[in-house]
Nanobody, 124 residues
Framework: QVQLVESGGGLVQAGGSLRLSCAAS????????MAWFRQAPGKEREFVAA????????GYADSVKGRFTISRDNAKNTVYLQMNSLKPEDTAVYYCALRAGSYYYTVVNEYNYWGQGTQVTVSS
């Protein structure tokens, strides 16, 4: 079984930065693609960023390109999301996800394991 635990959320002013972390325990982390999704109140969960395992490729939603950076440290079983130039519309619960495959996808249904989420609130 895999457990994912997110941390690093909080309240920040527009234009500020936060770094989210997702620590994984159990099997499969070392060879699974990882992703961040987010869900705002009343909206569907949406893709934010992802990173593959075998090729290290990264992908981003258009809304966060140039502002967010995803990275992973396999030695620490951790994936990060550096969020800069935050906007009020980035406010959401952010979820870490892992899929049992090397390549990343941008859809919710492709991911097998999920964290409990961490709240990010950006004030204007």
């Amino acid at each position: 079984q895999v457990q994912l635990v997110e941390s690093g959320g909080g309240l920040v002013q527009a234009g500020g930065s936060l770094r989210l972390s997702c620590a994984a325990s159990g099997r499969t982390f070392s060879y699974g693609a990882m992703a961040w999704f987010r869900q705002a109140p009343g909206k569907e969960r949406e893709f934010v960023a992802a990173i593959g395992w075998s090729d290290g490729n990264t992908g981003y939603a258009d809304s966060v390109k140039g502002r967010f950076t995803i990275s992973r440290d396999n030695a620490k079983n951790t994936v990060y999301l550096q969020m800069n130039s935050l906007k009020p519309e980035d406010t959401a619960v952010y979820y870490c996800a892992l899929r049992a495959g090397s390549y990343y996808y941008t859809v919710v249904n492709e991911y097998n394991y999920w964290g409990q989420g961490t709240q990010v609130t950006v004030s204007s």
